[in-house]
T-cell receptor
Framework: GIQVEQSPPDLILQEGANSTLRCNFSDSVNNLQWFHQNPWGQLINLFYIPSGTKQNGRLSATTVATERYSLLYISSSQTTDSGVYFCAVEETSGSRLTFGEGTQLTVNP | EAQVTQNPRYLITVTGKKLTVTCSQNMNHEYMSWYRQDPGLGLRQIYYSMNVEVTDKGDVPEGYKVSRKEKRNFPLILESPSPNQTSLYFC????????????FGPGTRLTVT
């Protein structure tokens, strides 16, 4: 099956800093999504981005499907951005989303 | 409001006592799926359904059953829960399988003692 690798596994920032999270995947995909899991365990949809670039407030994402990676940018981070960020992909021949192991982000005041 | 709902959100139960976790979506989605999340193992798919009366096994189906009698509902049934089914469970849906965003429910935290 498809492999999904996220980096870095852990990231600690001061409030106001910018960061880039990376997701590499091993095969062609139909779908790529970024999620934020908050401290209560809920998975929040951030982006549906199988290719191209999208922006939503302080967050933006870029997927280069031909090179099999996606980047999530967080600017001017806030303490509420803390949590785990997951990349998930759906391979062209599959029936499910395959999740990466996530990046644990801690934003300190 | 378009959403996926799950009930209960939290449940503590004992080994062997049958339970059902409900999942409902109000978006007329064809595809629905169940995942479990465990520390160190990530999120893994349990079962999925492409449409009404069509279900199939995911990666970790042992000990679970599902049914899809109507489009909006996709309950997860644990006939005889065991402690290794203690986990955080998520239901998801999308308009159709393939090239569509998936929407996740709020999660059900299950503890089996």
């Amino acid at each position: 099956g498809i492999q999904v690798e996220q980096s870095p596994p852990d990231l600690i920032l001061q409030e106001g800093a910018n960061s880039t999270l990376r997701c590499n995947f091993s095969d062609s995909v139909n779908n790529l999504q970024w999620f934020h899991q908050n401290p209560w365990g809920q998975l929040i949809n951030l982006f549906y981005i199988p290719s191209g670039t999208k922006q939503n407030g302080r967050l933006s994402a870029t997927t280069v499907a031909t090179e099999r990676y996606s980047l999530l940018y967080i600017s001017s981070s806030q303490t509420t951005d803390s949590g785990v960020y997951f990349c998930a992909v759906e391979e062209t021949s599959g029936s499910r989303l395959t999740f990466g192991e996530g990046t644990q982000l801690t934003v300190n005041p | 409001e378009a959403q996926v709902t799950q009930n209960p959100r939290y449940l503590i139960t004992v080994t062997g006592k049958k339970l059902t976790v409900t999942c409902s979506q109000n978006m007329n989605h064809e595809y629905m799926s169940w995942y479990r999340q465990d520390p160190g193992l990530g999120l893994r798919q349990i079962y999925y359904s492409m449409n009404v009366e069509v279900t199939d096994k995911g990666d970790v189906p042992e000990g679970y059953k599902v049914s899809r009698k109507e489009k909006r509902n996709f309950p997860l049934i644990l006939e005889s829960p065991s402690p290794n089914q203690t986990s955080l469970y998520f239901c998801a849906s999308s308009p159709r399988w393939g090239v569509h965003e998936q929407y996740f429910g709020p999660g059900t935290r299950l503890t089996v003692t």
